[in-house]
Each structure stands twice: as C-alpha cells, then as structure tokens.
C-alpha cells in the first residue's frame, strides 16, 4: 500500500484526489494538508511514502515546501500536481527537488501511473510538461561541457539505464528490463548522476531529453 499525503489549498482537490487514488489501486491518503507548513507538520506526525503537492498555495507554497521536504533525512518523493502554465514554478519545482510534476487535468490512470513511478523511485515528467521545461533549461543552463562529451563519458549499459529512467520506469523495472539486479541499477544511476553532474533523476531526465537519447 503506497501511502499519501495530499498538499493542495483546495479541500475539492484533495477530495477528488482522494476519489481517484483509492485502495483498490493500492494507495493510502495518510494525511491532508492545505499549504507547506502544515504538510511539513503532517509528515512529522505520519509515515508518508508520496507527497502529492500543490504548487501555488496560501503560506508556505509547493516549492518552498519540497525544498524543505527535500532537506529531511529519508525523505519522501514529491510529486507537484499543478493547473499552471509557469515556466519559473516548473523549473523552480524540480530544482527544489521534487521527483516529477503532474497536471491535474491528467487523466485517473495517467495520474496513478505517475504517483507509482514516484513511489517506485522513479521520475515524471508529464509529456505536456517536458518541452517547456527543456526549453526553460536550454535558456538557463551554464556554460560546461558539450553535451555530446558528456554523453559519450557514459557507457552503453548506463545509457541504457538513463534512456529507460527517462521514460519513467523505476529502478525495478529497470533492472527487469535489463535483466540485472537492483543493486546493479543503483550502481548505474550513482555514476549517472556522477558523471552528469546530476543531482537527481529529474535533472538526469532533462538531460536525457535535451540530448535526444529518448
């Protein structure tokens, strides 16, 4: 059972949250909260395995609350659930840490495949979603390396690894996929991330993406 704790200032969100992540689909809503201040207060008080988080919100908002969450020791995945067209809230999102953003306008099935990636250790990115982001970092991004090297400094097993992260599979079904275990697939992402300068499985995604391997 995949437990949740809801983040949204809207008590119809978190309702109609709740309507879809049942437990016939394996999910627990544990916990609600109205803004980042009492999410942090609720996962003091609950064993939360996702956080489904709102960005824009009364008090402390969804960024400044997955920084937060972000900062704990063994802390839960985010997964930012959001209506908005914002650039600067999707990029600010991911480098605040959260492990995928969501739309709410997503179909049930597409948002309990996102919540299971998540839970699973994976990453999400809707696919509505990725372009504008990608766009925000090619924008953004620092001078470094180019990105031909930095994927050639990949081996072929770790590409493999990094294109199917990228399409959203967990660690686990990596390792099926892959046929190795999952101590091999950890090994793999840990040089990963290493390699790309990486500091997450999101940042790993948009490099993915950027870089045509998926």
């Not at 016939?24 to 996702?50: I, K, N, P, T």
């Not at 960024?63 to 959001?82: D, F």
């Not at 990949?154 to 660690?171: H, I, K, P, Q, W």
Request: hydrophobic content about 50%; aromatic content about 4%.
């Amino acid at each position: 059972m995949i437990r949740l704790l809801l983040v949204d200032d809207q008590p119809l969100v978190r309702a109609g949250l709740s309507h879809i992540l049942t437990v016939d689909d394996g999910f627990e809503v544990v916990a609600e909260a109205s803004d980042g201040a009492e999410a942090l207060r609720q996962l003091a008080a609950h064993d939360v395995d996702v956080v489904c988080m709102d960005i824009r919100m009364r008090g402390m908002d969804g960024i400044e609350a997955t920084a937060a969450i972000s900062a704990m020791e063994a802390s839960p995945p985010v997964l930012i659930l959001t209506t908005f067209d914002d650039d600067d809230a999707l990029v600010g999102a991911l480098e605040a840490g959260a492990a995928g953003f969501a739309l709410k306008e997503a179909s049930a099935e597409e948002l309990i495949r996102a919540v299971q990636v998540v839970a699973g250790g994976g990453a999400w990115l809707d696919p509505a979603v990725t372009p504008r982001v990608l766009e925000v970092y090619r924008r953004q991004a620092p001078a470094q390396r180019e990105a031909t090297d930095l994927v050639d400094v990949l081996t072929v097993r770790e590409n493999d690894v990094l294109r199917l992260m990228a399409e959203g599979a967990s660690n686990g079904e990596i390792a099926e996929q892959l046929f190795v275990s999952m101590a091999t697939v950890k090994t793999h992402v840990g040089s990963i991330f290493s390699k790309l300068g990486a500091r997450d499985r999101a940042a790993a995604i948009v490099f993915a993406h950027r870089n045509g391997l998926v």
